[in-house]
């Protein structure tokens, strides 16, 4: 059984690895299985970028262009601002001395002077990556994620979702051959998931009856075995006439079919509830996401770049709203071991920014984004920032 804090701790703690729920969501937020800092700064726009470890997860045709290996070894935190004062309020109600009645009456009103508010965090307490020419390897023992949303249905409810992802992948990439006028690289990811899922309304009842808030028999967990197919295409430039003046932006067009099995966690490994359960944890969507890059021309110590990606194509939660994504991004290069990257972009319609420090092997990131979290027709922004400490080799 699980004590009333629990969730709240679960929001703060890589130790809730196998926490799951049911199968509904009650979020309509698109749950990405994979975000990195530097993406999300630009827009969340990286589908014809992919030059960087992470690209065995945003496309995996960019370790076919890759020259050298690199190890990347990080700890990534996030969440929206307010998150810590709602828990710490919440603490406070749970360690008092009140009855019962009095304890359903306080977690009421806090639930009621928060309505409107969506509460995000997202741990990753340590991530590996091994890329290089061609392929990689990448292994993420825990990926939490919580949302929180305060809700009036019935009465005042917190929807809570919570995803608990363990992955393990392996990325091949290459170019096709006999390619005229342009290269064209391909690649895949596979990735072994287990999935933990919980996703239901909590009303103030439920916080005050007792320790049986989220019972084991509602937890809901499985694995899966994917791959995601991606794409890079940059065309060979004449070099002279109307199209000679594109040279120096070396477009480039990217696609990625991810999830392509769908397969869903049907498949259990037990390790939270060994009595058997009914459902099975949200499934890995099949979507499509599209995009282009196009360069800056590079001057002294600067260059940069800018990308426009059409993302989760197929998601039921899918609208053109939540789909384009618009970036740019500028570095600028002292030597190879110092340099920096600032970022700007629309995520979902909201501002995203973000910037990057590298300094030999330790490399700092740092995002602020929005998820959209209302309805298909009402726009509800839910502000994150997120860093990532990175040792990179």
Same mark, same amino acid.
């Given at each position: ?8 701790? @679960? /929001? ?28 999300? %700064?630009? $827009? ?8 960087? +470890?992470?690209?065995?997860? +945003?496309?995996?045709?960019?370790? #076919? &262009?890759?020259? =050298? ?7 990534? #935190? $996030? ?20 009855? =019962?009645?009095?304890?359903?009456? *306080? !977690? ?6 928060? !309505? ?55 990325? +091949? ?24 899922? +919980? ?18 028999? =509602?937890?809901?967990?499985? !694995?899966?075995?994917? @791959? ?20 120096? *932006? ?37 979507? /499509? ?34 789909? /384009? ?41 740092? @995002?602020? !984004?929005?998820?959209?979290? %209302? ?7 839910? &502000? ?7 040792? =990179?080799?």
């Amino acid at each position: 059984m699980f004590n009333r804090g629990f969730l709240f701790l @679960a /929001v703060l703690s890589a130790m809730i690895t196998t926490v799951s729920a049911q199968a509904e969501s009650v979020s309509t937020t698109i749950h990405h299985h994979y975000q990195a800092p530097r993406a999300l %700064g630009m $827009g969340d726009a990286f589908v014809a970028v992919a030059n960087d +470890y992470s690209a065995m997860f +945003y496309n995996p045709a960019g370790l #076919a &262009r890759r020259e =050298d290996g690199q190890i990347n070894l990080s700890l990534t #935190a $996030g969440g929206t601002p307010g998150a810590m004062d709602f828990y710490n309020e919440f603490s406070d109600i749970d360690k008092s001395s009140q009855t =019962d009645q009095q304890k359903q009456q *306080a !977690y009421l009103e806090l639930i009621e002077k928060n !309505y409107g508010e969506v509460y995000s965090m997202r741990i990753a307490p340590m991530e590996g990556f091994w890329v290089r020419p061609n392929w990689g390897i990448a292994l993420i023992p825990a990926d939490v994620s919580v949302e929180m949303a305060m809700h009036q249905q019935v009465g005042p409810t917190v929807n809570t979702t919570v995803y608990a992802d363990t992955t393990l992948a392996l990325s +091949y990439a290459d170019d096709v051959k006999g390619i005229d006028h342009g290269r064209l690289s391909w690649g895949v990811t596979g990735k072994f998931v287990n999935r933990g899922f +919980y996703s239901r309304p909590i009303s103030s009842t439920d916080f005050a009856n007792g320790d049986e808030i989220i019972k084991k028999e =509602d937890m809901l967990e499985g !694995y899966t075995i994917d @791959a995601d197919i991606g794409f890079l295409w940059t065309p060979e430039l004449p070099d002279s006439g109307l199209w000679s003046v594109l040279r120096l *932006a070396s477009p480039t067009v990217g696609l990625v079919v991810r999830n392509v099995a769908e397969t869903g966690f049907g498949s259990s490994l037990k390790l939270l509830n060994k009595e058997g359960q009914n459902g099975a944890p949200e499934k890995l969507h099949r979507v /499509v996401d599209i995009g282009t890059r196009w360069e800056y021309p590079s001057m002294w110590i600067f260059g940069g770049r800018g990308v426009l990606d059409v993302r989760d194509l197929g998601h039921p939660d899918f609208n053109w709203r939540k789909g /384009v994504h618009l970036g740019f991004e500028f570095d600028w290069t002292v030597s190879t071991w110092w340099k920096g990257h600032y970022r700007v972009g629309l995520k979902e319609s909201f501002w995203t920014a973000g910037i990057s420090a590298e300094l030999g092997i330790f490399n700092l990131d740092f @995002a602020s !984004y929005a998820d959209d979290v %209302g309805t298909r027709n009402t726009p509800v922004e839910s &502000r994150v920032y997120m860093t990532r400490l990175n040792l =990179d080799f």
